[in-house]
C-alpha cells in the first residue's frame, strides 16, 4: 500500500492538531461505520459490535495520552462487562528514528500488536487504515473517546479519554452527553518520557520543542 505523507507525518508539530474544531459526529448523532482490521488479519465493521454499546478509543505506540489511559482503561472494561470496549489503533503520534512514521500496513499491524504486548491491551485492538479513514471519520484527535448506543446514536465523545467522565456515562449508558471538550490529564513525567523515547531521541525533542504550543492550544481549549 502506498505511503501517504500528509497524514502519516515524519515530523509532529503541534499545528497537526486543531484542538478547538474537534470534527466527527456528536452527541445525538448518528454513528458513521468503518472497516477495520483486526491483529489476526480479520476485516471487521464497527457495526459488528453494536450488540453492545461500544467504547471506541483511540491510541499509538508513541502516544503519551494513550500510555496513561491505558491501564484504567483496561480496568473499566472488567468493571462494565457489558461493553464492547475497543481500541482504533491510528496513527503514530510522536513518530521517531525508533518508532518512525507509518508507511504500509504491515508497519501498523506490526505497531498494534507491540503495543498490545507493551501494554497488556484486554481491549479488543482494531486497525486503521494507512491513511487513516477512520481516524479522520471520528475526528482525528490522537487519543479520544467516543461512547455508541446499540441504537447507533453517539451517547458521549471526549476529545481527550477522560476515565472520571467516561465512567459516569458507563452509569448511564442511554443518557447523551452535549459537553464534548474536556481538560487533557496530563501524563506523569515517567510515562511521557518512556513514550516519547519508544519513538526515539527526534521524537522527545520535537515533543519538547513543540511543548509552549501546544500548552496555548490546551489552555485555549479548556477556556471555552
Known sequence: MEKESSYNYKHFNPKDYNFKNFKGPKGGEEYIDFEATTLDGKTVKLSDFLDKT??????????PMYANTTGPMNLLQKEFPDFHFILLYVREAHPGGRTKEITTFSEKIDNAKATSKLYNEKRKVLVDSVDGFAHKLYGSMPNMTYVIGKDGIIK?????????????????????ESKDYYSVVKPPFNIALRTLLIGGVRALYEFLKGLPQLMKQHKEVDSK
Open 156 to 176: 458521549f465523545r471526549a476529545n481527550w479519554t477522560n476515565i472520571n467522565a467516561l465512567k459516569k456515562v458507563l452509569l448511564s449508558p442511554d443518557k447523551i
Open 54 to 63: 461500544i467504547v471506541l478509543d483511540t491510541g499509538s505506540i508513541t502516544c
